[in-house]
């Protein structure tokens, strides 16, 4: 009987321990902290470019104002040498080629006078000086325009003639190119000076630099009497 009740008694003592220990764990549970949550957020930006604005053709204008037209149209722009040659373009460059592409353009120009080679790489041309012997001096001021060179000079076909330059200006159609230098067909380039040798009237002499009036010419010979 002793041993049966001592059993009992270590049972509900087994029993007691387990329940106060869950007790405990329970109590210990619930007093502590929660742990708190960290949320991280990820914010993702999306940049979105615009498209640039359409442009017309360059080609034929000025370097500057090329490049004024694309930078406007929201362009990145860039410039070469259109001819063979290391020549760094200047705002006064003449566009022959453009190549665009998705918010950039290429221009290929040309030095001021030249003209635009037929692919990009060729050699420099020239315009060449036109044949303007045996017509107006206005007709010959007329054609030489444009073409570029330095203002033609003026001179009188005949030693013993003097005339002015504003004279030949201002009746040009009175007065007949004679001689040219250069001659038809060299390179008119920016600094090329055209002399136009003139006579007033329609009629020349043989040759520059004799006498309207033989008698003026130091070496005349009278003849016998």
Known sequence: MIKRARIRMIGRRAALGTAGLLLLTACSTAGAEPTPTVTETVTVTETV??????????????L???VRAA???GYEVASENANKGDGTPGDDWQVCFEEIGYGSVTYGAVQPGALCPKKPGDPVLWPEVPKVTGITYAAAVEKLAGLGGKKPKTESAYLDVSLTATEVRENGDEH???FQSPAAGKDLRPDTSVTLTVAEGTSCPAASGGYLDERNDPSYTPPPP
């Open 71 to 73: 930078e406007s149209a």
């Open 176 to 178: 007949t190119v004679c």
């Open 49 to 62: 470019t615009a498209a640039p604005e359409s442009i017309e053709p360059q080609t034929g204008r000025s």
């Open 64 to 66: 500057e104002k090329a």
